[in-house]
């Protein structure tokens, strides 16, 4: 099992910035790919980062590319994402997740991470 916790979220103005960070306990945090997700009101959860197990590559949404940066340290056990150039279309629950994502399994999709954590709230005011 690993446990993941998110935070960092909260209610920031069109054009600022945040850091979620989600905290994994456990099993080794660096034996798992991890990726962020959100769900907006009303709407599926979505893919929005990746970064393998190494941190050498990482995988963004098309929406997010160039203003998130996802990173993680897998001496504290922790990933990130960096979110700068907020809009209100990034409002949204934002969860994070750990795989065992092996060659030719896509980052992607949420059905291929196994654990997921609670979630954080980002609301963006215009």
């Known amino acids: 099992q690993v446990q993941l916790v998110e935070s960092g979220g909260g209610l920031v103005q069109a054009g600022g910035s945040l850091r979620l960070s989600c905290a994994a306990s456990?099993?080794?945090?660096?034996?798992?790919?991890m990726g962020w997700f959100r769900q907006p009101p009303g709407k599926e959860r979505v893919f929005v980062a990746a970064?393998?197990?190494?941190?050498?590559?990482?995988y963004y949404a098309n929406s997010v590319k160039g203003r998130f940066t996802i990173s993680r340290d897998n001496a504290k056990n922790t990933v990130f994402l960096q979110k700068n150039s907020l809009t209100p279309e990034d409002t949204a629950v934002y969860y994070c997740?750990?795989?065992?994502?092996?060659?030719?399994?896509?980052?992607?999709?949420?059905?291929?991470?196994?654990?997921w954590g609670q979630g954080t709230q980002v609301t963006v005011s215009s």
């Open positions: 997740a750990a795989g065992s994502l092996s060659s030719g399994i896509s980052y992607y999709i949420g059905r291929n991470y196994i654990y």
């Open positions: 970064v393998s197990v190494s941190g050498d590559n990482t």
């Open positions: 456990g099993r080794t945090f660096s034996n798992y790919a």
